[in-house]
């Protein structure tokens, strides 16, 4: 049975809010309000890598950073974070885009 994988039809997005997240502060909740915030990214097209977010296991279902979140935000970490945690389903782009794939 195939899983209902996430996309974005807006990488340029994704990959600016991945960014911004290593160096903004960690919320409690990973927000609308955050993402327009703290990030400074207003619009439908921020607000809906949410989902994506949190099928990549960066926030949990209830809106929390997980730990993997975390990881992420260390420079040195956070491509690897990413790899070991998507593993087989992903491939990494050049950008560093993580781009969900058939398995």
Avoid at 32 to 50: E, H, P
Wanted: net charge positive; aromatic share 6%; hydrophobic share 35%.
């Amino acid at each position: 049975m195939a899983e209902n994988l996430p996309y974005s039809t807006s990488v340029g997005t994704l990959e600016k809010m991945l960014d911004k997240i290593k160096s903004a502060s960690t919320p409690e909740r990973f927000t609308q309000d955050f993402v327009s915030t703290k990030l400074a990214m207003k619009g439908g097209t921020a607000r809906a890598q949410i989902p994506l977010l949190k099928k990549m296991k960066l926030v949990a279902e209830d809106g929390s950073p997980t730990d993997l979140y975390r990881e992420y935000r260390n420079p040195n970490k956070s491509r690897a974070a990413l790899e070991a945690e998507i593993g087989v389903r992903s491939r990494i782009v050049t950008s560093g885009i993580i781009r969900y794939g058939a398995f």
